[in-house]
């Protein structure tokens, strides 16, 4: 079922009795209720049932951390949302902003409490009226049609993706073989060879880069330290948008005992000049990557004009893990030609960027600065689904 609404229903919202407030433990056993509620009437979507997040607790001294906020009235909980605060580099200062996550309503399952989703975005924007959206999946999914109608101006970040093993990416990729007529012909074209001539001249002809690679080589870091304090200073100017990648705020990103994620720090003959965090997925029935065993550059910093050197380092590392294929969403103009000149193609994205009014202001004029505004999946939700 969809329901639409209008800013002018938001208003009448406070006269249903519904109030917003921190997530306390004395909530703990209504939230719980309200996410029976909603998977007993199908819905997939749950808030998190303890007030402490178990990913990225407040901590002393660390500018990056989660909120979280419950819609009520008096005989249950209908709903709720996640901030999560952080320090960005926003046009030569550091300002704290937030992420407007999982907002999640009873109005999904219960058209008499359709008002709550609005509410929530109403209040976030009122608690941090700096404010972004990233993720979402869609233009036109139910989040992103509530941000437009607060005019928030919602862009793509594109996808890049780059073939390491073709026959086993055509017999794979689910995205492609949802039809009986596209599976025959992949397989027919991976038993050929076709498809392993034909990719590997593909990303050949693109790869601009492949002769000064060789400059650049990698080595795998438990932590972060002071070379990517250093790496920060360096490259902060040259963003418009970019959240502060100290090495304090990397490392409570990225922890050492969190062993999915490798972090790589790149260097050109012997001199430190970027990192990447990498993931390596062995992925089980993903309804896009099916089996595929997947490498991800989920986050990456460079000096300026080092880029295209840290996707090259950060790609041998995965050739040499032997992933089926590397893919990456940015949104940064530098990025972007970085992967391009490393052989990468461009495929459909998933992955989208929205600014509230009042960030868009401090980015004026904002289409340029959004060509300037460095975007991963590290800084939404992290890397989920990869």
């Known amino acids: 079922m969809s329901i639409v609404l209008s800013r002018a229903a938001v208003s009448r919202g406070a006269s249903v009795g519904l109030s917003i407030e921190p997530f306390l433990p004395e909530h703990a056993e209504a939230v719980q209720s309200f996410n029976r509620r909603l998977e007993a009437r199908g819905s997939t979507f749950r808030f998190p049932d303890t007030p402490v997040p178990t990913w990225l607790?407040?901590?002393?001294?660390?500018?990056?951390?989660?909120?979280?906020?419950?819609?009520?009235?008096?005989?249950?909980?209908?709903?709720?949302?996640?901030?999560?605060?952080?320090?960005?580099?926003?046009?030569?200062?550091?300002?704290?902003?937030?992420?407007?996550?999982?907002?999640?309503?009873?109005?999904?399952?219960?058209?008499?409490?359709?008002?709550?989703?609005?509410?929530?975005?109403?209040?976030?924007?009122?608690?941090?009226?700096?404010?972004?959206?990233?993720?979402?999946?869609?233009?036109?999914?139910?989040?992103?049609?509530?941000?437009?109608?607060?005019d928030f101006p919602i862009v793509p970040c594109p996808f890049y993706f780059r073939i390491i093993r073709p026959k086993r990416f055509l017999q794979g990729i689910e995205f492609l073989r949802r039809s009986n007529v596209n599976r025959k012909l992949?397989?027919?074209?991976?038993?050929?060879?076709?498809?392993?001539?034909?990719?590997?001249?593909?990303?050949?002809?693109?790869?601009?880069?492949?002769?000064?690679?060789?400059?650049?080589?990698?080595?795998?870091?438990?932590?972060?330290?002071?070379?990517?304090?250093?790496?920060w200073e360096s490259a902060k100017g040259a963003y418009a948008l970019c959240a502060v990648r100290s090495s304090v705020v990397l490392d409570t990103l990225y922890p050492s005992e969190e062993n999915r994620f490798t972090r790589l720090k790149v260097s050109e003959n012997g001199m430190t000049v970027g990192w990447a965090v990498v993931l390596d997925t062995r992925m089980r029935n993903h309804r896009q990557f099916g089996n595929l065993r997947v490498g991800s550059i989920v986050d990456c910093l460079a000096l300026?004009?080092?880029?295209?050197?840290?996707?090259?380092?950060?790609?041998?590392?995965?050739?040499?893990?032997?992933?089926?294929?590397?893919?990456?969403?940015?949104l940064q103009r530098d990025w972007c030609h970085a992967f391009v000149a490393n052989g990468y193609l461009h495929g459909p994205t998933n992955f989208y960027f929205a600014v509230s009014p009042a960030l868009g202001k401090l980015l004026e004029p904002l289409e340029e600065s959004l060509e300037q505004t460095h975007m991963t999946r590290g800084d939404g939700d992290g890397p989920i689904n990869l």
Request: glycine residues 8%; proline residues 7%.
């Open 186 to 231: 992949l397989d027919l074209v991976a038993a050929s060879g076709a498809g392993w001539v034909a990719m590997k001249a593909a990303h050949r002809v693109r790869n601009r880069y492949r002769h000064e690679a060789s400059r650049f080589s990698w080595s795998e870091e438990m932590t972060f330290g002071p070379w990517a304090d250093a790496i």
């Open 57 to 150: 607790p407040p901590q002393d001294g660390v500018p990056v951390y989660q909120e979280y906020y419950l819609v009520r009235d008096q005989e249950a909980v209908r709903g709720g949302y996640i901030l999560k605060p952080q320090a960005f580099w926003v046009e030569g200062s550091v300002r704290m902003i937030a992420d407007y996550r999982l907002p999640v309503s009873e109005g999904i399952v219960d058209p008499r409490h359709a008002i709550v989703g609005m509410l929530t975005l109403k209040d976030a924007m009122k608690r941090q009226p700096l404010l972004f959206g990233l993720g979402m999946g869609s233009p036109e999914e139910p989040v992103a049609r509530l941000l437009k109608i607060f």
């Open 304 to 330: 300026p004009g080092r880029e295209a050197g840290v996707i090259a380092g950060a790609t041998h590392f995965m050739e040499s893990r032997k992933v089926d294929l590397v893919v990456s969403n940015q």
